[in-house]
């Protein structure tokens, strides 16, 4: 569970200290993005589904692990997990693979921990 | 009409120049991607919204309007629309904003053309 | 004149058909992008040079065009935009190059606008 | 014949108005960019598929073509070409198809118009 | 020889576990990667140096790695290898450095190991 | 001190090992990018800052970090750091706020380690 565990300890930590710095803007950019990943015209669930996918083909490690969190959370399944790894990989190509390995294996830390 | 008529004439005309070509590597990807958005755990919706918002972060102006002209085809919302603009504009940053100004456009033009 | 002329009533437009989708989280993102480049520790013009830079590595031309209006108006001079385009190209690559040349020749539009 | 003059003319144009701007850093760029396709360890061929894969995935249309102009001039031939587009659209994701189509577009004029 | 032997496994390992997750689309896309870089127009070799450079300048760590080993495997010479770099740091700009930093140092280790 | 130390240490045996390449390209790079930070007409504070916001939006952890070193050692503020953070996050994303939390913690290293 170790890596799962570091990722958001890390996460929390830095996040305090980038909102410490007390920018307005940093501010409404981060209420933005809690903001909007509720629930709207589109549920809660294809939110982070899109934000999984747009984190996968920007190639953004720390932001694919966030989003796969909270796919669990919302009962998202492996397959479908996968079907959003296809597309990434097929928009974005080829160097979106190893990002997807890192995602696979951080999947699985995660959903190891979910079955205790 | 003008905008998405002529989007659709050159895209078919100029894939048809480059499958032409039969190179095996381009025909095994354009096979997968007709593969990909087919119905799987995720429905064929969720799965074009998917490939819409990989296309607004990764600023592909035609990847856009070809995934607007499949998400209007299927019943996707103006409002739905806009939930994915705005996880693009916030994944993505400001320099989504003029990729999806020209996708405003397309949609309206779209929209109007199925109206009749 | 007519480039900087379209340029800008195009924007303005299709901003307001963004805004009118009535979108919660893309309104926080237009109000955020006001208050970035108000002064602050940094002067309004560092900040455009910021926002130009920054619009020049991710080769959004829209974006490039927008800053060097402000840069115009916050009497910025040619020398000093040429060591943002340096600055740009160096980081960014070769291929800046291309949107190097749109900006050289907005900018001339823009200058000679101004000279009037 | 009209769009590959026009691209060579306008490059040429804007390229000299970025060079009076007299900074010296883009002029080493340029100097740089010069040399960096000259014969060396590997054929100048071999250099300009280089420059061209990476026109392509980092999706740069007007470098695309310059490229293009070069491999054409060193005899490449049309099959050479559609592998090099293979590479980029499996690396690069299908992000990269409607750029291959204006590639194949101008590939087409450029053949033509070297066929008189 | 760590590193070289580390990445091998990882990747291997972690390749198996997406593949099992039994996803057409991304099967596909794996068996079109090995099929691009088969003998065809272009040698083997070239098709390699293509792939690296597409990697360097798309600064994907993994992938610039593997094809590193490719390249060796081919009898790519150091001077050959510079060559490519030199043009991913032209073309990428200098936010490629870093990655040629890291390649460097996973070329000495690859080619050091071959010495034996 | 760790972290930034370390940097420190292996940008400079890497580069070094860059330039033992000798490849004439390579070096009139490394030369530019020496060049493009000296005053001109922009002072080096601000050319540092260019520096720090494209690298923040392209996302490259090694050139963020060289250029909050830079800035340091020009006198640049933490407020000030926190708006070049603001417009990075704004133009490049939510993507950028991984990055901003390394830099963060790197500009927290660096400046404690002045304070001694």
């Known amino acids: 569970m170790t890596q799962v565990k570091e990722f958001k300890e ?3 930590r830095m996040n305090k200290k980038i909102l410490d710095g007390d920018n307005k803007v940093i501010k409404r950019i981060f209420s933005a993005d ?3 990943y509720d629930k709207g015209a589109l549920s809660c669930k294809t939110k982070e589904l899109l934000g999984l996918v747009s984190s996968l083909v920007l190639r953004c490690d ?4 966030y ?3 909270k796919c ?5 399944t492996t397959e479908e997990i996968h079907e959003v790894f296809s597309i990434a990989m097929l928009v974005g190509g080829t160097i ?3 990002h997807t390995r890192r995602a696979v294996e951080f999947w699985d830390e995660l959903s190891n921990q979910n079955d205790r």
């Open 34 to 36: 809690t903001m909007a």
């Open 62 to 65: 720390d932001c694919v692990k």
């Open 96 to 98: 979106v693979i190893p």
């Open 67 to 69: 989003h796969l969190e």
């Open 10 to 12: 890390y996460r929390l």
């Open 72 to 76: 669990l959370d919302l009962n998202t």
